[in-house]
């Protein structure tokens, strides 16, 4: 994509971000079913913050991260390029707020990024958000610096192999040794080549944003370019007996064996990281 195109794709995803600011944080407040049971158990598991150590939590969104970040232990500075979406992370943020410094700030501005500080960091998470920026390739060169020798980046992406743009829930009716029963799968039918395509965050939400689709190829090549490695990484499914909604195709236990999200930790070499798991 050129570098025009880059920047109106990005400025496109911004404007949806605020236009869904308010929608977005009234339905999620503090978490929902993907966070309480798909990403934040496996974040926490991969991140393993220490009390006092400083972290970078890169689209924060309304701070539901920052704020489990800080209760942690962990000094949060956070940041969004949706400044209505900054404006309720700080109106969420009663407690431990000298804990968490919030700020308006393009993840893809990779000089930007580089003023919060080089080395300052301990670690950096990103939740659910690198779909929604039109370039990667700038924020990892750019965490290569902010973090210290061997910290770590978790982040979580809506799964590409099984929970892209160009997917569709399917039900089917088979006959299994003569007793009739549902079978639920997930039809892909592009994955690939990275692409842009507009896509719903929360059903009804005011407008559809961008997303950015990058299979594993490119997702993973942008971190092992500035430097990392893989060193941790969870498929997230819910479980057979999770209850779900009403939607008997929306993601819940009709789809246990399908992963709808992927939390990878990456890590920088050097440092004393051996000790994690």
């Known amino acids: ?21 308010a929608f ?12 309480e049971v798909l990403l934040w158990p496996a974040t926490e598991w991969l991140l393993q ?6 972290v970078l939590d890169i689209a924060c969104g309304n701070g539901l991260t920052s704020r489990r970040l800080a209760a942690s232990g962990a000094e949060v500075v956070a940041f969004d390029f ?5 404006a309720h ?12 410094a919030y700020r308006v700030l393009d993840a893809t501005d990779e000089a930007a990024l580089l003023a919060l500080g080089e080395g300052r960091f301990d670690a950096a998470l990103c939740n ?8 990667i390739e700038p924020l990892m060169r750019a965490l290569a610096r902010l973090l210290r020798p061997g910290g770590r980046f978790v982040f979580s992406v809506l799964h590409p192999c099984f929970n892209n743009p160009h997917t569709a829930h399917v039900a089917e009716m088979e006959d299994r040794e003569g007793e009739i029963v549902t079978v639920y799968s997930v039809k892909v039918w592009r994955y690939i080549h990275s692409t842009v395509a507009h896509g719903l965050a929360i059903h009804g939400q005011p407008r559809p944003q961008p997303l950015f689709h990058r299979p594993l190829q490119v997702l993973f090549g942008a971190c092992f370019d500035a430097g990392f490695a893989l060193d941790g990484l969870e498929e997230r499914a819910f479980p057979p007996d999770h209850p779900g ?24 070499p050097g440092g004393s990281g051996g000790d994690f798991q």
């Open 49 to 54: 913050m220490r009390p006092g150590e400083r």
């Open 1 to 21: 994509m050129a570098a025009e195109d880059l920047r109106r794709a990005n400025a496109e995803s911004r404007d949806a971000w605020n236009q869904n600011a």
């Open 89 to 100: 992370a700080l109106e969420r943020t009663t407690e431990r707020a000298e804990r968490i």
């Open 128 to 135: 659910m958000a690198l779909f929604d920026m039109a370039e």
């Open 245 to 268: 909604g009403r939607n008997p195709l929306g993601w819940g236990a009709n789809f246990s064996e399908i992963p709808p999200v992927l939390v990878a930790r990456m890590r920088l």
């Open 24 to 35: 977005w944080d009234r339905r999620m407040g503090e978490g929902n079913d993907f966070v």
């Open 82 to 86: 949706a400044e209505e979406m900054i």
